[in-house]
C-alpha cells in the first residue's frame, strides 16, 4: 500500500506556498506523480451590475480568471523544471459555483490531495471550499498545511488523534504508508469515554491494526486539560516533538461545527503543523 498519485490546487497567486512545496517533497519521498491544478476562479455576481453592462462585466472577469490561471501555470512549470519528480500541470477557469462538482470529480482519481490549511487568517473563501470539496465529494484523505508550516515530507514521528469514532478509523487507515515509514506512531486520546468497549484498553485495538502493517505504535491517554482538544493535541504534539498529526475530520457535520465548534474546526484555525485528515 503506497501513493502512486497526489494533488495540489493553486487559486491565487498571491498566498503562500507551503502547500506546493509540501506537495513536491512528497512526491519526491514517495516516488508519486504529482498533479497541479491551476483555477481561475471567476467572481462575477450578474445581480450586481445594471442591464447593459452585464455582458462586458462578466467577459472582462473571466478573462481576469482566465489569466489567474495562466499566471498559476507558468510558477508551477517554472518551479517544477528542474525536479526530478512525474509531475503535469493542469489550467481551468470555474466560477464559484462550478468549484465545487469540478474539485469533487477531478479529485477522485488521486490518493491524496494536499492543500493550504482553511479558515486561518491568511486563508480565504476558496480555500475552505477546496478542502471541502476535496474531503466530501471527492472522499479523499488531505493533507492540510498552514503558513509557516515545515514542507519536508519527512515525517519522523506521527500523532493518531483518536476517538474510536469512524472518521479517526478513516483517517488512520487512510495514513498507514505514512504511519509504517515513521519511526513511531503516537496514538493519543482524550478522555476516552469510561463505558465504552475499549474503556480497559482505550486505543487498544487500533495500536494492534496499526503493528500488524509493521507499524511501531504507542497509546498515551490524557486527561481534558485545556478547553479546546485542539490545543491540547497541538501542546501535546509540540511536547513529543511530532512532524504531523493524523486525525478524522468532522465527527459531527459541517453546519453544527460552523455553528457550535468542534475539534476539526478548532483544528484547521490553529494548527501551526501539517494535518492529514480524512471523513
Not at 59 to 74: D, H, K, P, T, Y
Not at 195 to 200: I, P
Amino acid at each position: 500500500m503506497s501513493y502512486k498519485s497526489i494533488a495540489t490546487i493553486l487559486h491565487d497567486p498571491t498566498c503562500h506556498r507551503a502547500a506546493l512545496e509540501m506537495a513536491i517533497s512528497f512526491a519526491r519521498k514517495t516516488g508519486a506523480h504529482l498533479h497541479i491544478l491551476c483555477v481561475g476562479v471567476d467572481h462575477t455576481d450578474p445581480g450586481y451590475y445594471y442591464a447593459g453592462a452585464q455582458a462586458i462585466a462578466v467577459q472582462q472577469n473571466i478573462e481576469v480568471a482566465q489569466g489567474v490561471a495562466s499566471e498559476l501555470e507558468a510558477i508551477a512549470r517554472a518551479r517544477l523544471a528542474a525536479e526530478d519528480i512525474t509531475w503535469d500541470v493542469e489550467n481551468v477557469t470555474t466560477m464559484p459555483g462550478g468549484l465545487d462538482p469540478f474539485i469533487a470529480d477531478s479529485m477522485r482519481f488521486f490518493d491524496l490531495v494536499v492543500v493550504a490549511a482553511p479558515y486561518q487568517d491568511a486563508g480565504s473563501r476558496t480555500d475552505a471550499l477546496v478542502f471541502e470539496a476535496c474531503l466530501f465529494g471527492a472522499s479523499r484523505p488531505v493533507l492540510v498545511v498552514p503558513e509557516g508550516a515545515k514542507t519536508d515530507a519527512m515525517f519522523e514521528k506521527l500523532m493518531v488523534a483518536w476517538d474510536d469514532g469512524m472518521p479517526a478509523m478513516t483517517a488512520a487507515r487512510e495514513a498507514i504508508p505514512l504511519i509504517t515509514a515513521a519511526a513511531n506512531a503516537e496514538i493519543t486520546i482524550i478522555d476516552p469515554p469510561v463505558h465504552g468497549r475499549d474503556r480497559s484498553d482505550p486505543g487498544g485495538r487500533l495500536a494492534s491494526y496499526l503493528v500488524r502493517f509493521g507499524a511501531r505504535a504507542n497509546v498515551v491517554v490524557l486527561a481534558r486539560s485545556q478547553p479546546s482538544v485542539a490545543n491540547q493535541l497541538l501542546m501535546r504534539a509540540k511536547e513529543s516533538g511530532v512532524d504531523l498529526l493524523v486525525m478524522g475530520a468532522y465527527g459531527h457535520s459541517p453546519m453544527r461545527e460552523a455553528i457550535l465548534g468542534g475539534a476539526t474546526r478548532d483544528m484547521l484555525r490553529v494548527t501551526h503543523m501539517p494535518v492529514f485528515m480524512s471523513h
